[in-house]
């Protein structure tokens, strides 16, 4: 699981600690996510409610109709699109847990936006040493073959980073700008 907020990571430390049977929880998360301001949960938060799987874009109820392109991704790159402003023609959903993979909860969010052309999956890790090995068949069934599916993120690599912050951040630039570009019209 990649919680995204500090309730959502309390319900799921919760969720894990009632369960009679117990698996391994393994939770991916980075300090500097814990720390930010905008993944703050309120109080309400952490009091009620219960861990969600997916969260689906917050301003999804206003641009249903106008979402083109629905992106999905895990944590922190959420809030590195988030600062970069979303348009109206991208909707971001958070996948919170990977396994077991929340098939229902994915296929009746892309359901839910009818004029959609493509599915993205955005990770801030290289290609090989993120979740997108793990996450490409399972879209592709809870999505559907009629989408196209598109992977946004760094080329694979032997090493998790590039060496340096700046070329780091440089790199992270463009994978956001290149999510958050107006989507081209499906071909075919």
């Known amino acids: ?58 301003q999804a109820e206003t641009k249903r109709a106008e979402v083109k392109r629905l992106v999905f991704c895990t944590g922190k790159v959420y809030y590195d699109l988030l600062a970069k402003g979303i348009p109206s023609t991208v909707a971001v959903v958070r996948v919170e847990e990977l396994y077991p993979w929340p098939h229902e909860a994915i296929a009746g969010i892309v359901d839910r936006y009818p004029n959609i052309d493509e599915v993205a999956w955005v990770q801030e890790e290289p290609k090989n040493q993120g979740a997108w090995s793990f996450v490409a068949p399972r879209l592709r069934v809870s999505t559907g073959n009629a989408l196209v599916i598109r992977y946004y993120g760094r080329p694979e690599r032997a090493s998790p980073a590039e060496g340096y912050p700046a070329e780091h951040a440089e790199e992270q630039g463009r994978i956001v700008t290149e999510v958050l570009e107006s989507p081209v019209a499906s071909v075919g």
Do not use: C, E, N, W
């Open 1 to 58: 699981a990649y919680p995204s907020t500090p309730a959502q990571y309390f319900h799921i430390l919760r969720r894990q600690a009632r369960r009679t049977h117990r698996r391994p929880l393994v939770l991916m998360q980075p300090k500097s996510l814990l720390r930010l301001a905008q993944a703050a949960s309120t109080l309400a938060d952490l009091s009620g409610g219960t861990f969600r799987p997916v969260l689906d874009d917050p």
